[in-house]
């Protein structure tokens, strides 16, 4: 079936270590987002690639790294440098149109918590 | 900045109960809206969306919403709910200016009395 794996699914790690996350689709999708979901805050953009090689920042990058070397493939870092990290992360994928009729497709997340 | 804004953070209500989930967005162009549902345990998903056309759209499990242009509101509506529909709800805004960037309002907890 296609669709978006997230890993690890539950990941713990002490303040100062970088955390890398994985996301891998099969979808064929041009676009990968990272979002990030807090209670009461709902989703966050981290960052988001619309081809490969190319990456732009979203609403909150600072303390986040991410790569896209490969159409499938869109992991994120969350650096030292993050000062908030402990969060759930969903990574999403799509195929946009021009007119921005964007629909997203959600993997099935992962849970950092930095102790 | 484009803001999207939920009303309600926690509904709860008894089966067969009617539904209304206000949304308002902050964004002065042409855009396309979303309803997207996270089940317990499940993935977010695409509830239903509006690009064009009839304001009123019809999703899946018999949900609906309308497009209020002159309000800027997507509102949700469900006229019977069920224990099933117990889960988070988050309305999303792109704009429609090709770009790539979905913008999420903070969800409401919909919780159903069986």
């Known amino acids: 079936d296609g669709g978006i794996t997230q890993s690890p699914k539950y990941l713990f790690r002490k303040e100062g270590q970088n955390v890398t996350l994985s996301c891998e689709q099969n979808?064929?999708?041009?676009?990968m987002y990272w979002y990030r979901q807090d209670p009461g805050q709902g989703l966050r953009l981290i960052y988001y690639?619309?081809?490969?090689?190319?990456?732009q920042k979203g609403d909150i990058a600072e303390g986040y790294s991410v790569s896209r070397e490969k159409k499938e493939s869109f992991p994120l870092t969350v650096t030292s440098a993050q000062k908030n990290p402990t969060a759930f992360y969903l990574c999403?994928?799509?195929?946009?149109?021009?007119?921005?009729?964007?629909?997203?497709?959600f993997g099935a997340g992962s849970r950092l918590t930095v102790l | 900045a484009q803001s999207v804004s939920q009303h309600n953070h926690h509904v709860i209500l008894s089966e067969a109960a009617s539904l209304e989930l206000g949304c308002n967005y902050s964004?002065?162009?042409?855009?396309?809206l979303f309803w997207y549902v996270q089940y317990p345990g499940q993935h977010l998903q695409l509830l239903l969306k509006?690009?064009?056309?009839?304001?009123l759209v019809k999703g899946i499990k018999g949900f609906e919403a309308e497009f209020i242009k002159s309000k800027f509101s997507f509102n949700l509506r469900k006229p019977s709910v069920q224990w099933s529909d117990t889960a988070e709800y988050f309305c999303?805004?792109?704009?429609?200016?090709?770009?790539?960037?979905?913008?999420f309002g903070a969800g409401t907890r919909l919780f159903v009395k069986a």
């Open positions: 979808l064929n999708h041009d676009a």
């Open positions: 999303a805004v792109t704009p429609n200016t090709g770009g790539f960037k979905t913008i």
């Open positions: 690639s619309q081809i490969v090689n190319d990456f």
């Open positions: 509006y690009f064009s056309g009839d304001p």
């Open positions: 999403a994928s799509s195929n946009p149109e021009g007119s921005g009729a964007n629909v997203l497709t």
């Open positions: 964004y002065g162009g042409t855009v396309n």
